[in-house]
């Protein structure tokens, strides 16, 4: 009997999430993305079409330009209480946010790049 208390008592207790760090998480490994993506897809197609400082320079602009949307992301949920903050209620709408986090994180950098080459093109 002694014993299986003790296993009992080693068991893991169910934890539940909390959405505020989760969506933090997120928040951070989506601009790492970003980020990365930002570097190699838009540096290497800019820097083709224009032998100047411009696209480090824009580089700079498009990664300070998306700070305050991650920010606004994750200061959406790190308002919640401690009880909203474990609620099972709120997983649709993480889910929604996380979605479109990433689908920027990932996105934007590929759409930027298309809009700049062809800004290129024009002129």
């Excluded at 570097?39 to 305050?68: C, D, Q, R």
Aim: glycine residues 4%.
């Amino acid at each position: 009997m002694v014993k299986s208390d003790k296993r009992a008592a080693a068991l893991p207790v169910a934890r539940t999430r909390d959405w505020r760090k989760a969506m933090s998480d997120h928040v951070a490994y989506g601009l790492l993305v970003y980020t990365a993506l930002q570097i190699f897809v838009t540096v290497k197609a800019l820097s083709e079409g224009s032998s100047t400082a411009l696209p480090y320079l824009a580089l700079v602009v498009l990664v300070a330009g998306i700070i305050p949307v991650c920010r606004w992301f994750e200061k959406r949920w790190a308002d919640l209480s401690d009880a909203e903050a474990s609620d099972p209620a709120f997983a649709a709408p993480f889910r929604r946010d996380v979605l479109t986090l990433w689908s920027l994180a990932i996105g934007l950098p590929f759409g930027l790049t298309l809009i700049f080459k062809m800004l290129l093109e024009v002129f």
